[in-house]
């Protein structure tokens, strides 16, 4: 039977941007046992929802597109949101959602599990410079397509807006992180750290189960691990990339960057990276948990 969750806290915040609309967390009325991925964007979102679908489920054969069974359920995509709604309503049990808000911006749910991931920030800043791009109608004066100097200067100076969150800086980032991860709001939140991922998947897939209690074997760990295997989910962008197959991206592969940490090394000046370092440090004083950010590890 599927069980309401109960609001335990209400939201303290209301995040809004340019595809964030806290209008539509309307379309998901949380069941006990659902499950919510809450992270910054390119922070491996989409990977951590394609592992948890596929526990979720028991099988890496899906019976629907990852973005359709695991809707961004705060974001006006062109979807109706009645029919957002609707798909998730009709499911079965466990259901995997996920958000870009911070986690004083919805509710503490009894019975939700909510699992946060991170990734360093200037890898961040270098996947959404590749994100921004391989959109089909750009976005005149976007500072992400910028020249590198430009750029990054303006990712790491720019404000945390509230009403503009999907400015994609590093204050929203680290916003994200203060209030989701170093607040201690939520109770029993999992945070994972995209390195740790990629270090190793299928630790990461037993973690997920772990987290989420879900009983998984041997075999079903070894199956999701392999379909979420980089090259493996780039294959198939069609089944795991949002809006996929609507012309959005210029290549729904494209989607699917790199799967890369370091990637900002050897690309920033002395200048820039001291920039960040001191800019970082202003905005996450704890330098453990400004290292964490940055690394990941146990």
Request: net charge negative; hydrophobic share 40%.
């Amino acid at each position: 039977m599927d069980v309401p969750a109960p609001v335990l806290a209400p939201a303290v915040r209301v995040y809004r941007g340019s595809t964030t609309d806290p209008l539509r967390w309307v379309t998901w009325s949380p069941r006990k046992g659902d499950i919510l991925v809450c992270t910054p964007p390119k922070c491996g979102t989409t990977w951590t929802q394609a592992m948890l679908a596929m526990l979720v489920n028991g099988s890496s054969n899906l019976p629907e597109k990852v973005p359709v069974l695991s809707p961004w359920v705060d974001a006006d995509l062109g979807v109706p949101a009645d029919e957002v709604a609707a798909r998730l309503a009709a499911q079965k049990g466990r259901r995997v959602v996920k958000t870009h808000t911070p986690a004083d911006g919805f509710p503490i749910w009894d019975g939700v599990t909510v699992i946060a991931v991170y990734r360093h920030p200037l890898d961040v800043f270098f996947s959404l410079r590749k994100h921004v791009a391989n959109k089909r109608v750009a976005v005149p004066d976007h500072p992400m397509s910028l020249p590198i100097p430009d750029s990054i200067r303006q990712f790491i100076n720019g404000p945390a807006d509230p009403d503009d969150f999907d400015n994609d800086t590093l204050a929203s980032l680290t916003l994200h992180y203060s209030q989701t991860v170093l607040s201690g709001r939520y109770p029993h939140l999992n945070v994972l750290h995209y390195s740790d991922m990629l270090r190793d998947g299928r630790r990461t897939v037993q973690g997920l189960a772990r987290a989420a209690g879900i009983e998984a074997d041997v075999d079903l760990i070894e199956q999701v691990a392999a379909a979420t295997a980089f090259g493996a989910m780039k294959a198939r962008a069609i089944d795991y990339a949002p809006v996929a197959g609507t012309g959005y991206w210029k290549s729904d592969d494209g989607f699917f960057d790199s799967a890369s940490s370091g990637k900002w090394e050897g690309q920033l000046s002395q200048a820039e990276v001291e920039l960040f370092n001191t800019r970082l440090a202003e905005l996450v004083p704890d330098e453990k948990a400004r290292t964490w950010l940055m690394a990941g590890g146990s």
